[in-house]
C-alpha cells in the first residue's frame, strides 16, 4: 500500500528553526518529526511513501531510502507551491498503485495517534472514494468544520464560522481511491478542503468521515513542537521511532549530562548536546551539538543545534536558534525568540517575541 506525505511548507511560524530546515524534519524525541508519521504508517500497513517536498528538499535526502522505518521512500519537488489539491497531484505522478487500490494522504505538520488501520478498514467497507479523519474539539470556530449524516457520509465543508453546526474538524489524513488522486487538476494550485471535497459532494461521490478523537496535534509553533516531542518521550504517543525507552528524559548517543543537572518533564538532550552541572531542563528540546551551562533554568524550550546558553539564564517558552549564543544571566520567556545573524558581530543574537 502507498502513501503520499506532504512536507512542502515553508514552517514560518518555527521560525527561526525552519531557517535552514524544514519543518516535517525538525526533531522530535530526537529525530526527525516526518520519522514517526513514516513508522506510523508503516505499522498500519503502508509500504511505499512519496514525500511531495518543496522547500529545501535537499534536507530530506538524509532520510536514505525510508528502511529504517520499514517502507520505501521516493521524493517528488515542487518547482512551485501547488496547495494541497496540486501537491497530491504531483506527487500522484510516482504512485504505482492501481485505480481502486487505497492510497493514504498525511500532512507533514501533524502528529496523530488514531487507528489508521482502521480508518482504512471504514474506507474499503463503504466503498468510500474519500475517507477523512475527523477529530472533536471542544470549539470549532478557529476550524473549518464537517459535518456528517447518520451513516458518516460527510454533507458539507464549512468554513470557519461564530456558530459552526458540528465540533467535528478535518484531522489531515486522508483515503483516497487512487482513481481520485488521478482526476485532481495537475500544474496548478488545487486546494482540497476548497475545490477537491466539495466537488466530489456535488458530484455524488462518496466522502466518508472516520471519527476518532484520539491524540492529534498540529506541530505548527515552537509551544506544540516541545509538547509532542515531550509526549513521544513520555509514552502519552506511542511511536516506533522513538530512539529509546519512554521515560521522563532522552537522553541520546553522545550527549553528555553532568552530575547534579536534572533532565525532566520529557525532555529530549541530541546527540553531542552538553549539559551542565546544576541546570533544570523541564519539557525541553536540547538539539545535537548544543551547550545549556551550569545553573540555566529551563522550561518548555527549545535550544536549536550548536546553540549556547549561558549560566544561570531563565529559558521559559522560548527559542533559541540555531548556532545563537545566550550570554550568561539573561531572561528569555513568554515566546522569546533568539537566533544567530551572520551579518553581525560574532555571538551577537537578534531577538524577537511572539508573546
Given at each position: 500500500?502507498?502513501?503520499?506525505?506532504?512536507?512542502?511548507?515553508?514552517?514560518?511560524?518555527?521560525?527561526?528553526?525552519?531557517?535552514?530546515c524544514p519543518k516535517p524534519m525538525l526533531p522530535v524525541a530526537g529525530v526527525?518529526?516526518?520519522?514517526?508519521?513514516?513508522?506510523?504508517?508503516?505499522?498500519?500497513?503502508?509500504?511505499?511513501?512519496?514525500?511531495?517536498?518543496?522547500?529545501?528538499?535537499?534536507?530530506?535526502?538524509?532520510?536514505?531510502?525510508?528502511?529504517?522505518?520499514?517502507?520505501?521512500?521516493?521524493?517528488?519537488?515542487?518547482?512551485?507551491?501547488?496547495?494541497?489539491?496540486?501537491?497530491?497531484?504531483?506527487?500522484?505522478?510516482?504512485?504505482?498503485?492501481?485505480?481502486?487500490?487505497?492510497?493514504?494522504?498525511?500532512?507533514?505538520?501533524?502528529?496523530?495517534?488514531?487507528?489508521?488501520?482502521?480508518?482504512?478498514?471504514?474506507?474499503?467497507?463503504?466503498?468510500?472514494?474519500?475517507?477523512?479523519?475527523?477529530?472533536?474539539?471542544?470549539?470549532?470556530?478557529?476550524?473549518?468544520?464537517?459535518?456528517?449524516?447518520?451513516?458518516?457520509?460527510?454533507?458539507?465543508?464549512?468554513?470557519?464560522?461564530?456558530?459552526?453546526?458540528?465540533?467535528?474538524?478535518?484531522?489531515?489524513?486522508?483515503?483516497?481511491?487512487?482513481?481520485?488522486?488521478?482526476?485532481?487538476?495537475?500544474?496548478?494550485?488545487?486546494?482540497?478542503?476548497?475545490?477537491?471535497?466539495?466537488?466530489?459532494?456535488?458530484?455524488?461521490?462518496?466522502?466518508?468521515?472516520?471519527?476518532?478523537?484520539?491524540?492529534?496535534?498540529?506541530?505548527?509553533?515552537?509551544?506544540?513542537?516541545?509538547?509532542?516531542?515531550?509526549?513521544?518521550?513520555?509514552?502519552?504517543?506511542?511511536?516506533?521511532?522513538?530512539?529509546?525507552?519512554?521515560?521522563?528524559?532522552?537522553?541520546?548517543?553522545?550527549?553528555?549530562?553532568?552530575?547534579?543537572?536534572?533532565?525532566?518533564?520529557?525532555?529530549?538532550?541530541?546527540?553531542?548536546?552538553?549539559?551542565?552541572?546544576?541546570?533544570?531542563?523541564?519539557?525541553?528540546?536540547?538539539?545535537?551539538?548544543?551547550?545549556?551551562?551550569?545553573?540555566?533554568?529551563?522550561?518548555?524550550?527549545?535550544?536549536?543545534?550548536?546553540?549556547?546558553?549561558?549560566?544561570?539564564?531563565?529559558?521559559?517558552?522560548?527559542?533559541?536558534?540555531?548556532?545563537?549564543?545566550?550570554?550568561?544571566?539573561?531572561?528569555?520567556?513568554?515566546?522569546?525568540?533568539?537566533?544567530?545573524?551572520?551579518?553581525?558581530?560574532?555571538?551577537?543574537?537578534?531577538?524577537?517575541?511572539?508573546?
Open positions: 500500500m502507498e502513501a503520499v506525505l506532504l512536507v512542502g511548507g515553508l514552517g514560518t511560524r518555527l521560525r527561526p528553526l525552519t531557517l535552514r526527525p518529526f516526518v520519522a514517526h508519521q513514516l513508522a506510523l504508517a508503516a505499522e498500519a500497513g503502508v509500504t511505499r511513501v512519496v514525500l511531495a517536498t518543496a522547500y529545501r528538499p535537499e534536507v530530506f535526502a538524509r532520510l536514505g531510502d525510508g528502511s529504517a522505518w520499514g517502507v520505501e521512500l521516493v521524493l517528488v519537488t515542487e518547482e512551485e507551491p501547488l496547495g494541497t489539491g496540486g501537491a497530491i497531484a504531483n506527487a500522484g505522478t510516482r504512485l504505482e498503485s492501481g485505480a481502486e487500490d487505497p492510497v493514504v494522504i498525511l500532512n507533514g505538520d501533524v502528529l496523530s495517534g488514531h487507528d489508521l488501520r482502521a480508518q482504512l478498514r471504514m474506507h474499503r467497507d463503504v466503498g468510500a472514494d474519500v475517507t477523512l479523519h475527523l477529530v472533536e474539539v471542544e470549539d470549532a470556530r478557529p476550524f473549518g468544520s464537517v459535518p456528517t449524516d447518520a451513516t458518516g457520509r460527510v454533507t458539507a465543508f464549512l468554513e470557519k464560522s461564530e456558530n459552526p453546526p458540528t465540533n467535528r474538524i478535518n484531522a489531515g489524513c486522508y483515503v483516497f481511491r487512487r482513481s481520485v488522486v488521478a482526476a485532481i487538476p495537475s500544474g496548478r494550485v488545487v486546494s482540497v478542503e476548497r475545490e477537491t471535497f466539495p466537488g466530489l459532494l456535488a458530484g455524488g461521490a462518496v466522502v466518508q468521515g472516520y471519527v476518532e478523537t484520539a491524540y492529534w496535534l498540529d506541530l505548527g509553533t515552537p509551544a506544540a513542537l516541545v509538547r509532542g516531542s515531550c509526549d513521544v518521550v513520555r509514552g502519552v504517543l506511542h511511536s516506533p521511532a522513538r530512539p529509546g525507552p519512554a521515560g521522563e528524559s532522552l537522553v541520546l548517543e553522545g550527549a553528555r549530562v553532568a552530575p547534579g543537572a536534572r533532565i525532566t518533564g520529557g525532555s529530549v538532550v541530541g546527540p553531542g548536546a552538553v549539559v551542565e552541572g546544576d541546570a533544570i531542563v523541564d519539557g525541553c528540546v536540547v538539539a545535537s551539538g548544543a551547550v545549556v551551562r551550569s545553573g540555566v533554568r529551563a522550561c518548555r524550550s527549545v535550544v536549536g543545534v550548536d546553540a549556547v546558553v549561558g549560566e544561570r539564564t531563565r529559558l521559559e517558552d522560548a527559542v533559541v536558534g540555531d548556532g545563537a549564543f545566550v550570554g550568561a544571566d539573561c531572561e528569555l520567556v513568554a515566546g522569546a525568540r533568539v537566533w544567530a545573524d551572520v551579518h553581525l558581530p560574532d555571538k551577537a543574537v537578534r531577538v524577537s517575541s511572539d508573546a
